[in-house]
């Protein structure tokens, strides 16, 4: 309904070999801290420079927060999703 490409993958390996090939602009993950953190960090450093990363959480603490930042990750959301901010969040990366 927003007119935006999605595409879903679940093999982290496929995953950035098709992130590599796609080049998209915005990424996001839903794994826990450990594997988002590494991700995070293979992703960012194998990939464009201006690809967006974002996570989504049950919750986060500022401590997380700061781990998944530092790894390359610019943006979480919480669930349960709310489409309205997920797509306001999306909307602000691409138009900005």
Request: hydrophobic content about 45%; glycine content about 2%.
């Amino acid at each position: 309904a927003a007119d935006y490409q999605v595409i879903w993958l679940v093999d982290v390996n496929e995953a950035i070999n098709r992130i590599k090939l796609i080049n998209p602009s915005i990424l996001i993950l839903e794994q826990n801290q450990e594997v988002s953190l590494e991700i995070a960090h293979n992703i960012k450093s194998e990939t464009k420079e201006n690809l967006y990363l974002m996570v989504i959480r049950d919750k986060i603490s500022g401590n997380e927060w700061e781990n998944l930042s530092n790894s390359g990750v610019d943006e979480y959301l919480l669930k349960p999703l709310q489409p309205r901010v997920l797509l306001r969040k999306i909307a602000k990366i691409i138009y900005h």
